[in-house]
């Protein structure tokens, strides 16, 4: 039997968070996890690149047999999701789909905040694409107080092993409160990077208790059994062996350490390239 697994992308290692949080949620389904690491970071690149990296992944991913693509990386589904959904897929696939991980965590923001007073933490790419600004006042009326910041340093932190050190604690300390002094009153703050969830125990030294940091894992991972029962007709194309496979573009070896301290497990890893 052919297999029809779930593709999830992201540019580096950060949307392992992502497919740990939805094997728990869905445990039953196959996944293929891709990561660009050969290209990463894509915050600081341009609109034009991200897209062109991203469609060139989700057409791999095609390739590979998914039906569905979660775009497990905030840049990339700030800087290229609507248009591969607009102009790409009814060109290239229009039964297939490719979801994003910024609407999913701006809806459940809405439920939490106690005073419409919300921060967004992101990498330079995501923060300067204004997509939290725009899909949080568009789902709120424009009631929300929304301040943002980039953190430029906290992806190499995470991606060099280097949390909990001197260094990684200044930085955050830094954003943290450049954050908090834009708007005092924040109650809510989204990870907009999947790689911040391996900070969390470092932010919270830094941020008032009464604060709630949103992780956007267990969010996106209840949005998707969501979505799956919803949407039947894709559904039933996914295959439900429970298996994961993992590709890089970079030197396979590489990706597994890294891989197997986010996974807590060992993991195997294909290399590609385009």
């Known amino acids: 039997m052919t297999r029809t697994p779930i593709g999830i992308f992201d540019s580096g290692i950060g949307g392992l968070t992502i ?11 196959d996944y293929i996890y891709f990561g660009d690491n050969a290209r990463t970071p894509y915050g600081t690149r341009s609109f034009d690149v991200v897209y062109e990296y991203t469609l060139e992944a989700v057409k791999k991913l095609f390739e590979f047999g998914c039906e569905l693509i979660i775009l497990a990386c905030n840049t990339a589904s700030a800087k290229a999701l609507r248009t591969i959904q607009q102009n790409d897929l009814p060109r290239l696939a229009p039964h297939k789909r490719v979801l994003g991980v910024i609407r999913p965590s701006t809806e459940t923001v809405l439920s939490l905040t106690r005073n419409n007073h919300v921060g967004v933490l992101g990498t330079n790419g995501t923060i300067s694409s204004h997509s939290y600004l725009i899909e949080l006042e568009k789902i709120s009326n424009g009631k929300l107080f929304v301040s943002q910041e980039a953190c430029h340093m906290w992806v190499p932190i995470v991606e060099n092993n280097e949390t909990g050190t001197m260094g990684a604690n200044y930085f955050i300390e830094k954003n943290i409160t450049n954050l908090l002094e834009t708007d005092p009153e ?26 709630l940091l949103v992780d956007q894992g267990p969010i996106v991972a209840e949005k998707l059994a969501d979505y799956l029962n919803r949407h039947s007709e894709i559904e039933k194309k996914c295959t439900k062996e429970g298996s994961v496979a993992y590709y890089s573009t970079e030197q396979a070896e590489n990706f597994e350490a890294k891989a197997t301290l986010f996974m807590k497990e060992k993991v195997k890893a294909t290399t590609i390239q385009f």
């Open 19 to 29: 497919l740990k949080e939805i094997r728990k949620r869905l445990p039953e389904y």
């Open 186 to 211: 924040i109650d809510t703050i989204i990870l907009g990077c999947t790689h911040y969830p391996i900070l969390i125990p470092s932010i919270r030294k830094y941020l008032p208790e009464n604060v």
